[in-house]
C-alpha cells in the first residue's frame, strides 16, 4: 500500500508536495502504461497527471496547467489526434507540447496530421527511457522558465504602474506649496528694501519657476506613459499660438533674439496648450543652447494644405552621439536640457505623434535645425 503523500508548509497552509511541483499530463487507455509512465517520470519537482480517456484528459486540462502532454495515438472513442486537435482549439491548451506515444511505426499521412495537430515529436514504444527523460525535462525547464519570467514581467508591470501613479499623485500636489513660494517670492522681490534682498527673492522665483517646470514634464511624462493623455483640439491660429510663446520666452529673457518668419495660411485643429509646450520648449531650447548673441530663427509654414510645419534653427551643430538619443526620457548631458530632467524633448516627440505627427533634430553646417509637422485637421 502506498503511504500517503507527505505535507510541506506554504503561505497557503500545508499542501501536498505536487501541489507546487510542475504537472505533465500523460494520456493512454491502458492501466498499465500509465503506472509505467507515472513511476518513470515522477520526481521532486514533477508531477505526472495519469488519465485513461480523451475525456478525463480534457477534464484535468481544465484544472491543470501543464508542461507538456504525452498522448497515445491509438485509444477507443476519441483517439490521441483528435485529442491533440480540440487542444489546439482552446485557449487555454493551445501552446501546450505534444508528444505522441504510438505502438506502430507510422505511416507518413499519420505523421503529417500529427504534426499539423500540433505535435514536436512521435516516440514510439516501447520508450527508451533515458530519450523520454531528455525530452521531458528539456520541455519542463522551458515551462518552468516562462513562469519565472510571466511572474518577473507582472511583478515590474505592477511596479511601473505604482511608480507611475506616485509620480502623478506627487506632481499633482507639489503644485499648492510651490504656488505659495513663487507668490511669496514675488511679494519679496517687490517690497525688498535693498538689492541684496530683491536679488535673492529673484533667484527663489527663478529656482522656483524651474522646478514648477520639472513638475509639469513629470506629470505629462506620466500621463504619457500610462495612456491617459488626451488632446483638445480646437479650431486654432499657429501664428497667434507661436507669438504667445516668443512673448513668454522673452519675458524670461529680455536680451533674447528670436526672429518669426510665416508663409501661407496657418489655421488648423489641433491642442493649442500642447502645441504652445512645443513651440515653448524648442525656442527655449534653441535660445540655451544656441550661440551667444545669434538670433534664434523660427519659420511657420502653412504653404501645404493638408499640414502645418514648424522649424526652429539657431547657431551650433547638434553631435551625433546627441542625435541618436535626443528624444530619449531621462537622456543625460548632450546638447539640450542639461538643467532639467531630460524630458523636454521626450515631451515634445509624443506630443506631436499624438497630433499624427512627427518631429525632428538634426545639424545643417553649424547650426540646428528641429521641425516638425502634423496634419491641420484631425483625423
Given at each position: ?9 506554504s ?9 507546487l ?44 496547467d ?8 491509438h ?22 507540447p505534444?508528444?505522441?506515444l ?8 499519420r ?9 514536436v515529436?512521435?516516440l ?8 523520454i527523460r ?19 514581467n ?13 509620480t ?9 506649496p510651490l ?16 538689492e ?10 527663478s ?15 506620466s ?8 488632446l483638445?483640439?480646437?479650431?486654432g ?24 518668419a510665416?508663409?501661407?495660411p496657418l ?6 496648450d ?15 543652447h544656441?550661440?551667444a ?87
Amino acid at each position: 500500500m502506498n503511504a500517503a503523500p507527505s505535507l510541506i508548509d506554504s503561505p497557503a497552509g500545508r499542501v501536498p508536495p505536487h501541489a507546487l511541483a510542475t504537472p505533465i499530463l500523460v494520456v493512454d487507455d491502458v492501466e498499465q502504461n500509465l503506472i509505467a509512465m507515472r513511476a518513470l517520470l515522477e520526481r521532486p519537482g514533477m508531477h505526472v497527471l495519469c488519465a485513461g480517456s480523451a475525456d478525463a484528459a480534457l477534464e484535468l486540462l481544465l484544472q491543470h496547467d501543464v508542461a507538456l502532454a504525452l498522448l497515445d495515438v491509438h485509444m477507443p472513442g476519441t483517439d490521441g489526434l483528435a485529442l491533440a486537435e480540440l487542444m489546439r482549439g482552446t485557449e487555454r491548451t493551445r501552446h501546450v507540447p505534444i508528444i505522441f506515444l504510438t505502438a506502430t511505426h507510422q505511416d507518413t499521412a499519420r505523421s503529417f496530421r500529427g504534426y499539423e495537430a500540433g505535435a514536436v515529436d512521435y516516440l514510439t514504444k516501447p520508450v527508451d527511457e533515458r530519450v523520454i527523460r531528455s525530452k521531458v525535462e528539456v520541455f519542463v525547464e522551458l515551462y518552468q522558465q516562462r513562469r519565472a519570467l510571466a511572474a518577473r514581467n507582472a511583478e515590474l508591470q505592477h511596479a511601473l504602474k505604482l511608480n507611475e501613479t506616485m509620480t502623478a499623485v506627487l506632481t499633482h500636489d507639489l503644485r499648492t506649496p510651490l504656488s505659495a513660494i513663487t507668490l511669496s517670492a514675488e511679494v519679496l522681490r517687490r517690497t525688498a528694501a535693498d538689492e541684496r534682498t530683491a536679488a535673492a527673492a529673484g533667484r527663489i522665483d527663478s529656482s522656483a519657476r524651474r522646478m514648477a517646470r520639472m513638475i509639469e514634464q513629470l506629470l505629462d511624462f506620466s500621463l504619457i506613459r500610462t495612456g491617459v493623455l488626451q488632446l483638445r483640439r480646437q479650431a486654432g491660429q499657429l501664428d497667434a499660438l507661436c507669438q504667445q510663446a516668443v512673448a513668454e520666452l522673452r519675458q524670461a529673457r529680455p536680451q533674447a533674439r528670436i526672429e518669426v518668419a510665416q508663409h501661407g495660411p496657418l489655421d488648423g485643429h489641433f491642442d493649442s496648450d500642447r502645441i504652445m509646450q512645443v513651440l515653448v520648449n524648442l525656442i527655449g531650447n534653441a535660445l540655451q543652447h544656441g550661440s551667444a548673441g545669434e538670433a534664434v530663427q523660427v519659420v511657420l509654414d502653412g504653404r501645404d494644405a493638408a499640414r502645418l510645419k514648424v522649424q526652429v534653427r539657431n547657431a551650433g551643430a547638434l553631435p551625433e552621439t546627441v542625435q541618436a538619443q535626443l528624444f530619449t526620457p531621462f537622456r543625460s548631458g548632450g546638447n539640450s536640457e542639461s538643467s532639467g530632467l531630460g524630458l523636454g524633448l521626450y515631451i515634445v516627440d509624443q506630443f506631436i505623434q499624438a497630433h499624427g505627427g512627427r518631429v525632428t533634430g538634426r545639424s545643417e553646417g553649424e547650426e540646428t535645425v528641429f521641425e516638425f509637422s502634423w496634419p491641420r485637421q484631425a483625423a
